[in-house]
């Protein structure tokens, strides 16, 4: 058992294909007219990667509607009138926990984000759409993923489980015949997923993760301290002094809000402690999860995980300390894969482009 766990942090990147550093190939003659798209549908960003491109966008998974229920604009542009919208402007968020919450605007956005990458690359049409499904996705709402990507236009449809392509994505050969352990902390999700030879042997998810730590932010601050403040705050929060366990870079930030006593806006002075105390919920949820699936691992690819050590992806791996507090609980390795946040759309990418190497990967 020779190969090594590639794509760390720690590590440079070495695998092939379209990596996040790798410059976009030009289009070829003939990719002008069709091609195949690879799509991360996550509850909080949505990435694509084009066929011989790489990643072509990487937007919020958020729309922006009209009071006729028409898409005024998708995204980052969206995202940035989140929350200070007037009556005739609404955002949704068509994902919650991972899967497609509303059918209709989850279909629009994609064909509208498809269009945006389409139009930018002169292609004409998807001819194969892979996309990305948690783990535990139900078999109604793996029928809703797979008849919103055919109607917003892909001719060929595959599904794909987000820890496999996570997997592929840092570099781990899912084909070889021991057991790698992948985490992936998303918006929505917590997926944990072992997987050996080209399989998925045990699996777990639970609906929580970075969405989850905003709400519980947002509700610490109204209690603890009587002032309202808005989920886009709270999430700003998270990113600068948030870290699920004590370290040496112990921050504070100040923010502004609504007092719910004199009603009027006021500024606050937050600490590391307090996002801390705040998330620690959803955080011991993710790490009682991860337990649970060392528990239930057959006894041979235990020992695989024991000496390989548990690769740590998605957003939520970006939370300081967060590797070091499951690697402390579990007396196991966490490797924090390079670039979290991309690495189910490399991976399905890889997926896309060599397709007969993953033929028992797709669903
Ligand atoms: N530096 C950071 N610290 C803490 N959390 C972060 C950081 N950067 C991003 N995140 C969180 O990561 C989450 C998004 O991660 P990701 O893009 O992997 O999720 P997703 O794929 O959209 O969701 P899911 O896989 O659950 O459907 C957000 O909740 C975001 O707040």
């Not at 001819?127 to 535990?136: C, D, I, Q």
């Not at 399989?199 to 998810?205: L, M, N, P, R």
């Not at 690697?327 to 966490?334: E, F, H, K, Q, R």
Request: charged residues 25%; proline residues 4%; negative net charge.
């Amino acid at each position: 058992m020779s190969e090594s766990i590639p794509q760390t942090k720690a590590e440079s990147q070495t695998s092939s294909g379209s990596s996040p550093t790798a410059k976009p190939r030009k289009p070829g003659l003939f990719s002008s007219l069709n091609t195949d798209l690879a799509i991360d549908l996550g509850t909080v960003n949505t990435l694509i990667h084009a066929r011989d491109q790489g990643i072509v966008l990487n937007e919020p998974t958020i729309v922006a509607l009209n009071p006729k229920g028409q898409i005024v604009t998708v995204g980052q542009e969206a995202r940035l009138m989140h929350e200070k919208t007037h009556k005739d402007l609404r955002t949704v968020r068509p994902l919650k926990g991972g899967v497609i919450a509303d059918f209709d605007i989850a279909e629009k956005m994609m064909r509208e984000m498809i269009r945006k990458v389409m139009k930018k690359r002169w292609f004409s049409s998807v001819r194969k759409l892979f996309v990305t499904v948690p783990n535990g996705i139900t078999d109604v709402e793996r029928m809703a993923v797979r008849d919103s990507a055919e109607n917003a236009g892909a001719k060929e449809v595959f599904l794909v489980e987000e820890t496999i392509a996570a997997a592929v994505g840092i570099g781990l050969d899912v084909n070889a015949p021991y057991g790698n352990m992948v985490v992936d902390i998303g918006g929505g999700t917590t997926e944990i997923a072992i997987i050996s030879l080209g399989g998925t042997v045990y699996s777990q998810s639970v609906r929580l993760g970075g969405e989850q730590m905003n709400e519980e932010i947002v509700n610490h601050i109204r209690r603890k301290y009587n002032l309202l403040i808005g989920e886009r705050t709270a999430e700003e929060i998270k990113h600068e002094i948030g870290s699920a366990m004590p370290g040496d870079d112990e921050r504070e930030f100040t923010t502004k809000g609504r007092n719910l006593v004199s009603g009027v806006p006021k500024t606050l002075t937050v600490t590391s402690a307090d996002v801390r105390e705040a998330i620690s919920e959803t955080v011991n949820s993710c790490l009682n999860a991860i337990t649970k699936s060392l528990e239930n691992t057959p006894p041979e690819l235990s020992a695989d995980i024991l000496d390989r050590g548990i690769m740590l992806t998605g957003g939520g791996a970006l939370l300081r300390n967060m590797d070091k507090l499951i690697s402390d609980a579990i007396d196991l390795p966490v490797h924090v894969a390079e670039d979290p946040l991309t690495t189910v759309v490399r991976g399905t990418g890889m997926i896309l482009e060599h397709h007969e190497k993953y033929e028992t990967v797709l669903m």
